[in-house]
Nanobody, 126 residues
Framework: QVQLRELGGGLVQAGDSLRISCVVSGDISTSYVLGWFRQAPGKEREFVSG????????KYADPVKDRFTIVMDNAKNTAYLQMNSLKFEDTAVYYC???????????????????WGQGAQVTVSS
C-alpha cells in the first residue's frame, strides 16, 4: 500500500505562486502514477496533473497548462506541484492520489486511483 500526505497550501493573492507537496510512503518499490486532483465547493473533483514513476511522463489539464508544473524528487519520495500565476478559479482543496501501474500513462479519472491523501486547501483571493 501507499500512504500520501499533502503539505503546503494556504491563502495567496491572484498572480502569486505556491508550491504544494505530496510525501509518498509505503510500498513504492514498484512503478506507479501519482496525480493531483482538486475539488472546489459545489463542484466535482477534477484532474489537475500527474506523473508516472519511473518514466516521469507528465500530463496537465488544459486550465493549468503553462502555469503548473509537476515534478518528482525520488530521493525525498515527494512530488511537488508548482503553481504559478494563480487565479481565483484555482481555489480548491487539492488532493494527491496514486495507483500502481506498469503503463506509462497518466489517468485523468479519479476513480482510477486507489490511494488518496487528506487534501490541502488552496485559496486564491482576487
Amino acid at each position: 500500500q501507499v500512504q500520501l500526505r499533502e503539505l503546503g497550501g494556504g491563502l495567496v493573492q491572484a498572480g502569486d505562486s505556491l508550491r504544494i507537496s505530496c510525501v509518498v510512503s509505503g510500498d513504492i518499490s514498484t512503478s506507479y502514477v501519482l496525480g493531483w486532483f482538486r475539488q472546489a465547493p459545489g463542484k466535482e473533483r477534477e484532474f489537475v496533473s500527474g506523473i508516472t514513476w519511473p518514466g516521469r511522463i507528465t500530463k496537465y489539464a488544459d486550465p493549468v497548462k503553462d502555469r503548473f508544473t509537476i515534478v518528482m524528487d525520488n530521493a525525498k519520495n515527494t512530488a511537488y506541484l508548482q503553481m504559478n500565476s494563480l487565479k481565483f478559479e484555482d481555489t480548491a482543496v487539492y488532493y494527491c492520489a496514486a495507483r500502481y501501474t506498469v503503463l506509462l500513462v497518466v489517468p485523468n479519472i479519479a476513480q482510477q486511483y486507489d490511494y488518496w491523501g487528506q487534501g490541502a486547501q488552496v485559496t486564491v483571493s482576487s
